[in-house]
T-cell receptor
Framework: EAQVTQNPRYLITVTGKKLTVTCSQNMNHEYMSWYRQDPGLGLRQIYYSMNVEVTDKGDVPEGYKVSRKEKRNFPLILESPSPNQTSLYFC????????????FGPGTRLTVL | KQEVTQIPAALSVPEGENLVLNCSFTDSAIYNLQWFRQDPGKGLTSLLLIQSSQREQTSGRLNASLDKSSGRSTLYIAASQPGDSATYLCAVSTDKLIFGTGTRLQVFP
């Protein structure tokens, strides 16, 4: 089954404790991205990747890191999480670029205390 | 700066009604527009993608139209069902993918 998977689905952590949210797709997509969704603000892009070893900042990249060492994986890293990073996070992929049909993961609900 | 607005923010209708969800955007220079469905606690599912050169797309009971010059798109849902209850999001593709904040739809039996 073609899908985007994220882990963990739920995470409660404390300020400053490094964490990684994994994202994997099995569709051989080149384009992958991370979004956060907050009430009243909608979905905002954090980082995106056009292909392996090619990443770029989205609209709200501060406090986040990403890497794209393999085509299928695009982990999101929070080196020192803060409470304002409490949010619902989505990973998405598409065949070549952001204008193609986007496939979303199920989301990761992160709470930073 | 591209802004995407969806009206209404919430909508509650009885089963069987035909309904229209609206999406407006401020900059007509878009590659395409996508409509998504989001169920509580789940990710987004792509429903329809309309290229900038197209006027509409249809999938089953769903029909999406695009009027690029006026910066508007509508999602028409025919014969609504309780299973259509979800949040519907539109997104325009420029050099970024910009999302609206969604319309939360409830269809009651």
């Amino acid at each position: 089954e073609a899908q985007v998977t994220q882990n963990p689905r739920y995470l409660i952590t404390v300020t400053g404790k490094k964490l990684t949210v994994t994202c994997s797709q099995n569709m051989n997509h080149e384009y992958m991205s991370w979004y956060r969704q907050d009430p009243g603000l909608g979905l905002r892009q954090i980082y995106y990747s056009m292909n392996v070893e090619v990443t770029d900042k989205g609209d709200v990249p501060e406090g986040y890191k990403v890497s794209r060492k393999e085509k299928r994986n695009f982990p999101l890293i929070l080196e020192s999480p803060s409470p304002n990073q409490t949010s619902l996070y989505f990973c998405a992929s598409s065949l070549f670029r952001r204008g193609d049909t986007q496939y979303f993961g199920p989301g990761t609900r992160l709470t930073v205390l | 700066k591209q802004e995407v607005t969806q009206i209404p923010a919430a909508l509650s209708v009885p089963e069987g009604e035909n309904l229209v969800l609206n999406c407006s955007f401020t900059d007509s220079a878009i590659y395409n527009l996508q409509w998504f469905r989001q169920d509580p606690g789940k990710g987004l599912t792509s429903l329809l993608l309309i290229q900038s050169s197209q006027r509409e797309q249809t999938s089953g009971r769903l029909n999406a139209s695009l009027d690029k010059s006026s910066g508007r798109s509508t999602l028409y849902i025919a014969a609504s069902q309780p299973g259509d209850s979800a949040t519907y999001l539109c997104a325009v593709s420029t050099d970024k993918l910009i999302f609206g904040t969604g319309t939360r739809l409830q269809v009651f039996p």
